[in-house]
């Protein structure tokens, strides 16, 4: 069974004077363990399905199992909840709170998730620690945003998206701005936590090498998607 | 040990990033605060001021001269120096009114010119030691017997005008010379300010010429009503009958200030609703500049699991935080400026009785109540549109 079955998904958005078409019927199944990368222009529809796979904003049409269960049937709180236990987000452009530290800035998903359920997983102090050694930041772990360069800031929302252990990464270009060996570590850890702890991958970048490196491959052209290749 | 990371600390740190803003509102809420634990402090001390007073008066009715009853009220309340007179025939009249049970009557002498007297300016209150049941429960406490001819006792204020701590001295007063025999307890009444002597000493005074008054005059009546009968009743009697005299009720007494204190109360009210609205309106703004620049900040939040409820508590602490900060602030400021002006105020200062730590705990917490109430409700507003940033605002750019 599928951990994510994606059923002809659309989303239109109605822009003044035009309608814009952003995904248009994506079908699409993903077991667990797999790691997707998504290819295509910009403007192609890529952050909209990822938005939509992360209950970030509901589908014109169409529905999304997750588990079996009907996301499109969750109410603000439920999404919340989905989102907070299952779903690691990086996104495309900085997503750092100034005023909280790296480590801090780490800590907040599960801020979250303890205001929900007392007996949560602590404060998450060490762990927050241990992933940002991960990323090569250790000796970061107490500076503020501000104080990072924008890969650095980059590696620190990495980080984060697997503070709550989820089961799909969702990464929005998340390598974008890295200098190539940083990228390239970054792949690695990655595929790392692929491996190790079978997290699932949906991982839109433009790096036609990182790419090619996952398990599936799927270009985006006009909010469609096109399966390109499947190891 | 290091803060805990937590909704708290989080939401302080907001709110030091713009700490002059944070600054503003919290002065705002201060100022409101301090206006609301001011003003109810004042308006508190008057009452309570006004009914220890006149329960230490132990009269149910006052009779004065016609159109003195504001002069009685000055120098009972107050102790302002005034003297008015009536005709001493006054007081079998008021003995004959039904319903009234006992009548004393004292007379103020003021001690105007520095020729007549060794004391700076004050009154001096003959009294009738027979009939008098006002000053005896005083007089007891202290002297533990009748004034003799020639004594004199003084009023806990007078006693510092006089010489502090001077008593077994001998003052001149009108020309005759008083032995003061001792100093009362603090009544809490104008009388405080006075000098008691016995009325057997007035003879004397008349005769020296200086005390302008004219033989069998006194200034007021104080009269106790028998059981049963409504003081209302008696003291309506007592006008009808007495047309050279107004009678005063217990209850009336202080009236004249408190309708003074109105206009006052009304000053404070419009202060503080315009504090309130001043306060109210610059939390609406600062949290919808809030709601503003920190959307996407919201989004992300959301994004990383946040529920509506917890972007609500964050912004909550917020508006809490400063609420609390400015009330706390203003709460000490309009104690300390209720205490001070206490000393300023004339309406405060010749009044009695100062507030209790237990009012004044009563009123910090309705001024803190009132000012975090402000705080949050101007933030209503932005506060609900906070809590519907969609989270979709975390995939877009800054
Ligand atoms: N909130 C929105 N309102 C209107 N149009 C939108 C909105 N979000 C995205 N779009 C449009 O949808 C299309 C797909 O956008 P997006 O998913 O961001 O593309 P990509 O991530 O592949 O660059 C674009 O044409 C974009 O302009
Ligand atoms: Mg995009």
Known sequence: MALLVLDNIAKVYEAVGETIRAVGGVSLAVEKGEFISIVGHSGSGKTTLLSIIGGLCRPTS?????????????????????????????????????????????????????ARDRSAKGDGEQKAEELLRRVGLADKINAYPAQLSGGQQR???????????????????????????????????????NREQGVTFIMVTHNRDLASRASRQFSMTHGAHEELARA | MK?????FSFALKNIRRKAVRSTMLASAIMLLTASIVFAVSFITRVHSGISLMTSRLGADIMVVPTGSRG??????????????????????????????????????????????CSVPESIVVAFDQKSDFIVRPWLTEKLGRPLKKGEAIVGHESAFNITVGLVEIDSMLFGNVFRMVGVLDKTGTGLDNAIFISDENITDILRSGTAGIKPGQVSIAFVKVRKGYDPKLVANAVENNILEADAVMRKDIGKRIIQTLRDVSGIFTAAVVLAALLSGFLAWTVFSAVANERAREVGIMRAIGARESDVVRLFLWEVFLIGIAGSVLGIIGG????VMLARSFILLKDLAGDLGIAVRALIAVAGLIGGVAVCVIGALSPLRRIKKLEPLGAMKEA
């Open chain 1, 62 to 114: 169409g529905s999304i199992l997750y588990n079996d269960s009907d996301i499109g049937a969750l109410d603000s709180d439920g999404l919340a909840k989905y989102r907070a236990e299952r779903i690691g987000f990086m996104f495309q452009f900085a997503s750092l709170l100034p005023v909280l530290t790296a480590k801090e800035n780490l800590m907040l998903p599960l801020l979250f998730q303890g």
């Open chain 1, 155 to 193: 590696r620190v929302a990495i980080a984060r998206a697997f503070m709550n252990d989820p089961e799909i990464i969702l990464a929005d270009e998340p390598t974008g701005d890295l200098d190539e060996q940083t990228e390239e570590d970054m792949m690695r850890f990655f595929q790392a936590m």
């Open chain 2, 3 to 7: 803060n805990r990371f937590s909704l």
């Open chain 2, 71 to 116: 002069a009685a009220e000055e120098v009972l309340l107050e102790n302002k120096v005034k003297s008015f007179y009536m005709d001493g025939s006054v007081l079998d009249r008021v003995r004959n009114i039904e319903g009234v049970e006992e009548v004393t009557a004292q007379t103020y002498l003021v001690t105007l010119s520095a020729l007549c």
């Open chain 2, 335 to 338: 104690t300390a400026l209720s």
